[in-house]
């Protein structure tokens, strides 16, 4: 008899945790945004920008020219707007809008040299954001 009275308590409590427990299983880097519709799937970026529409955000697209890889044409294009605005392209910290190009980038566009962008939720297998 105790055993029959704790099957419904315990399913009652696993539907109040299930209920009241947010779930990021199909959110991976916990944005807010699902992973299928996610422009950046490791990274952080609530607002989703992506200023250049590649369908690869702004947090995690280091390919400037699209060309699959982030090379010696990005380092050359991120060089030349540091300290601007108006290049949002090379902004890669949120808020993008309004950014200006900063030095603070530069550790990571060299962490990235030579490797593909993304990887991307709503682009996966595509070169401009694999």
Known sequence: METHMRLP???ATLIVLMWVTPSFADDFDVDGVEDEFDNCLEAMNPA???TDGD???NVCDWDYDDSGVVGINELILWNGAVGTTGNEEQCHFEPIPGC????KNFG???LRYGSA???SGTTSGTTACP
């Open 9 to 11: 308590t315990l399913a």
């Open 48 to 50: 989703q920008d992506d």
């Open 55 to 57: 369908g690869c955000g």
């Open 100 to 103: 200006i190009v900063s030095g």
């Open 108 to 110: 990571f566009i060299t």
């Open 117 to 119: 962008p993304g990887p």
